[in-house]
């Protein structure tokens, strides 16, 4: 009797993701093809808002900015499908690209020089770059939010050919910035659990966000792989190092534990900080879905982290029963008693009752340290 291994293993992934059409959707990718494309991590010197001297300074330099990375990405591009004879459909910018990070300015005060509003101008501008460019172009920002007033996010978010932004991710695991958790049931009222894990359909593939630090938190990596995720964009500005840095091993983790692609974009550096300007440079990768690194940048402003991503080889990957196939062996059953039961850095830290609280920035030590001192405590470290 002939047996479909394809057909088999659509099945148990559709069982194990959490989403009402995940049948659906393993059937129609069984029928369809993805073509082969090329994915650039494009490392680029983030620029410091610090110094500008008010709102209308920085967001003309955010803007003129935009017009740079467009001319740099559309050299790059052209470089990059003759050379590898694939064209260029995705490319992921470093964090914080337009503003670098906020330092010891109040969350109110850099929310209104340096955030994005979520129809701004500067999303519209990024827009045109993927209209022009074709190409579906990754990144991440601070953003504002209507529903929270004076505070920010941290925003991964991926816009597509058509201009549109279609995924917004706001970063779940930050030392000095308000997150979804910190706000969590008012949050989740507003937007849900997608709007918490949100993954993109697409004709490249299904593409999902971890913003910078949170590749060293695995959690983050399974739920969107768990929700269908196949390609993780990954924007960072991170220590480049010739030894491996913990960021470089996580990425070929994330990458081979969810059987998914990363394309992680450094920053070339930051201009206009205090800090030396390689402090946070090098590095770029593209990692496959085996967990190999098949691109890496050495340090500078450069496109040369590109490789070839071929989506049908992952999925066939993810449908045939062997050792190696670890979305199909997960027991998540198993685990889940103890993250239930287990309370590490609680939700709601800023709300007081159903109202959101913006916080000092001396909040966020506070709150590490009265964690490590419970944690001591319950006799958990």
Known sequence: MYVDRRQIMAAMLASMLPLPNAGLMAQEHTMSETPLYSALALQLA????EATPDRAAARAQMMAMIGEVETKMRSANIFIA????HPVRLVVLPEYLLTS???RISIPDFADKAALEIDGPEYEALGGVAQRLDLFL?????ETDPNFPDFYFQTSFVIAPSGDVVLRYRRLNSMFAPTPHDVWSRYLDIYGIDGVFPVARTEIGNLAAIASEEILYPEIARAHALRGAEVFV???SEIGSPLDTPKDVAKQARAFENMAYVVSANTAGIEGASLPLASADGNSQVVDWKGRVVAESNSGETFTAFATVDIDALREGRRTPSMTNFLARQRLELFAPVYANTEIHAANGMMDGDTPQVPDRDYFRRTQEEVIERMVREGLI
Not at 46 to 49: E, L, V, W
């Open 82 to 85: 003759q050379y590898g004879g």
């Open 138 to 142: 990754a990144g991440n920002a601070y």
């Open 46 to 49: 983030a620029r410091s808002i």
């Open 101 to 103: 990070y906020p330092g």
């Open 234 to 236: 990954h924007s960072s």
